[in-house]
């Protein structure tokens, strides 16, 4: 069986597009990156992707008059590249009903929070604002309301004294550059499985024990 064709969608640097890219260049994973695609010209993402020999693409989103005819012309570059599954990956447009029914189960998101605590934007500041002692990432399937979908992966890590956004912001990219990864490994051996609003994954275990913070 021939490896998942990933199309990954940045809007900036693609820290977690250069983790996915890293995890598909080892000769036994089970998906590679067809195509990294940007919305805003020049964003850093591109140049990662293309020094490490992957298709670039910019759908740039001021160039089309509608939103449709933006979501159009991506949607034509990623099956142009033959790609099965997607990657939002720092990707800063809500995607259509439309678009994401074309793509129904099919296009994954990284979102740096517990959802379904703090979805949206500014998930650290909203975090320490809010005292929670445990913050962290989730990958899930993307479904039309933002960052709303089925869970495949999640993250904790501790809030800790003195923490800012910044500093918390980026002890949480280190465990979404681990989670991002075993989320796409876990689709492309066909492990996954949709049930009632709710992801199954064959042969995953989960820790039994609880996580405390403070001790």
């Known amino acids: 069986m021939g490896r998942l064709k990933v199309g990954v969608?940045?809007?900036?640097?693609?820290?977690?597009?250069a983790a996915l890219?890293?995890?598909?260049?080892?000769?036994d994973f089970p998906a590679e990156i067809a195509l990294v695609l940007s919305d805003i010209p020049g964003a850093g993402g591109l140049a990662v992707a293309a020094g490490r020999g992957i298709a670039t693409a910019t759908v740039d989103?001021?160039?089309?008059?509608?939103?449709?005819?933006?979501?159009?012309?991506?949607?034509?570059a990623l099956r142009a590249a033959g790609v099965e599954l997607v990657c939002l990956a720092g990707f800063m447009r809500v995607l259509s009903a439309d678009f994401v029914g074309r793509?129904?189960?099919r296009i994954l998101n990284i979102?740096?929070?517990?959802?379904?605590?703090?979805?949206g934007l500014h998930t650290h500041e909203r975090a320490l604002a809010a005292g929670v002692r445990?913050?962290?990432?989730t990958v899930h399937i993307v479904r039309q309301a933002v960052d709303d979908g089925p869970i495949l992966v999640q993250a904790a890590v501790p809030v800790l004294d003195g923490d800012d956004a910044a500093?918390?912001?980026?002890?949480?990219?280190?465990?979404?550059?681990?989670?991002?990864p075993l989320a796409l490994r876990w689709i492309a051996e066909g492990r996954v499985r949709i049930e009632d609003g709710r992801v199954r994954i064959t042969g995953a275990d989960a820790a039994a024990g609880a996580i405390h913070n403070p001790l």
Do not use: T
């Open 103 to 105: 793509w129904h189960d």
């Open 134 to 137: 445990l913050a962290g990432c």
């Open 111 to 119: 979102h740096p929070s517990l959802l379904p605590a703090f979805p």
């Open 167 to 180: 500093s918390l912001a980026a002890r949480i990219l280190v465990e979404e550059h681990r989670c991002y």
């Open 61 to 76: 989103r001021k160039a089309y008059s509608s939103k449709a005819a933006f979501e159009a012309a991506m949607d034509e």
């Open 21 to 27: 890219a890293e995890a598909c260049a080892a000769p």
């Open 9 to 17: 969608l940045i809007s900036g640097r693609g820290s977690n597009m």
